[in-house]
């Protein structure tokens, strides 16, 4: 059974950072395409950006680049999204989430419960 646990969410000032974590379960994720989605309030989900099997990065939303880094330690199947120069706009759930490719394709087909952030002063 797919499990996926995301943790390290909260409150932080704009310009702050945070250090998502997603703790995999019920299957080896080094195969897979990982991917961090997020959904505002009264907003639909989106998709933020994508770690393929080969550790390739694709951003779906163009304001995280240079400030978001999706990354995997296949060893603890675990995936990690590091949040830097945080602004209100980033607020939302968090969700990590995979699909059933090795290649990011903005697809998926599992999520977990998501962890919230908010940043404000």
């Known amino acids: 059974q797919v499990q996926l646990v995301e943790s390290g969410g909260g409150l932080v000032q704009p310009g702050g950072s945070l250090r998502l974590s997603c703790a995999a379960s019920?299957?080896?994720?080094?195969?897979?395409?990982m991917y961090w989605l997020r959904q505002a309030p009264g907003k639909e989900r989106e998709g933020v950006l994508c770690i393929s099997s080969r550790n390739e990065t694709e951003y779906y939303v163009n304001s995280v680049k240079g400030r978001f880094t999706i990354s995997r330690d296949n060893a603890k199947n675990t995936v990690y999204l590091q949040m830097n120069s945080l602004k209100p706009e980033d607020t939302a759930v968090y969700h990590c989430?995979?699909?059933?490719?090795?290649?990011?394709?903005?697809?998926?087909?599992?999520w977990g419960q998501g962890t919230q952030v908010t940043v404000s002063s």
């Open positions: 019920g299957f080896t994720l080094d195969y897979y395409a």
């Open positions: 989430a995979t699909g059933t490719v090795a290649w990011c394709e903005d697809e998926y087909d599992y």
